[in-house]
T-cell receptor, first 116, second 111 residues
Framework: DTGVSQNPRHKITKRGQNVTFRCDPI?????LYWYRQTLGQGPEFLTY????????KSRLLSDRFSAERPKGSFSTLEIQRTEQGDSAMYLC??????????????FGPGTRLTVL | ELKVEQNPLFLSMQEGKNYTIYCNYS?????LYWYRQDPGKSLESLFV?????AVKQEGRLMASLDTKARLSTLHITAAVHDLSATYFC???????????FGAGTILRVKS
């Protein structure tokens, strides 16, 4: 297993369009997190899953955002009716609730979204 | 609400010098994470500090955790150019281990 992967790596879209990102976690990890990072800031939590259940959504996540993790494997993050303020790096991380370094999160390469 | 503050936010160092980055967090946590990020790249895990008094070292970097003071430090010894990057500390929220990150410290090592 080569770690967390994300696709696409870059996405340029026009305001008002819908976009979808995909995250494939480390295979044995049961938790999956989405974060958003804007330029010059640290990542901010958006939502997380334990297996297929979405357990929490940040208030940052407006109703234009939806995330799924069918079958507890990969996850998708969809943004509807994109706005320029959605431009950011979207990071996915996964972790395991068992093991020595409890819940250490491993991050994917990110998807950089630019909304024109 | 958990808040994480790092200082300094920008650090320009000469090669060979030592320096410390500080990370304060506002609520009780027994764990603290340090990550490195290169420009345009994702986050690379550096250290996981799991208990009070934990100290971990990797090369020229050493991290420590004082849960009573709610303080973690990242000490850089004899800096080299390759250490230039942005360093983030992060503390987990109590439920779900959601990470709250500091704003990051941009480190530039000058030769």
């Amino acid at each position: 297993d080569t770690g967390v992967s994300q696709n696409p790596r870059h996405k340029i879209t026009k305001r008002g369009q819908n976009v979808t990102f995909r995250c494939d976690p480390i295979s044995e990890h049961n938790r999956l997190y989405w974060y958003r990072q804007t330029l010059g800031q640290g990542p901010e939590f958006l939502t997380y899953f334990q297996n297929e259940a979405q357990l929490e959504k940040s208030r940052l996540l407006s109703d234009r955002f939806s995330a799924e993790r069918p079958k507890g494997s990969f996850s998708t993050l969809e943004i509807q009716r994109t706005e320029q303020g959605d431009s950011a790096m979207y990071l996915c991380a996964s972790s395991s609730t068992s093991g020595g370094d409890y819940n250490e999160q491993f991050f994917g390469p990110g998807t950089r979204l630019t909304v024109l | 609400e958990l808040k994480v503050e790092q200082n300094p936010l920008f650090l320009s160092m000469q090669e060979g010098k030592n320096y410390t980055i500080y990370c304060n967090y506002s609520t009780t946590s027994d764990r603290l994470y340090w990550y490195r990020q290169d420009p345009g790249k994702s986050l690379e895990s550096l250290f996981v500090l799991l208990s009070n008094g934990a100290v971990k070292q990797e090369g020229r970097l050493m991290a420590s955790l004082d849960t009573k003071a709610r303080l973690s430090t990242l000490h850089i010894t004899a800096a080299v150019h390759d250490l230039s990057a942005t360093y983030f500390c992060a503390a987990p929220m109590e439920y779900g281990n959601k990470l709250v990150f500091g704003a990051g410290t941009i480190l530039r090592v000058k030769s």
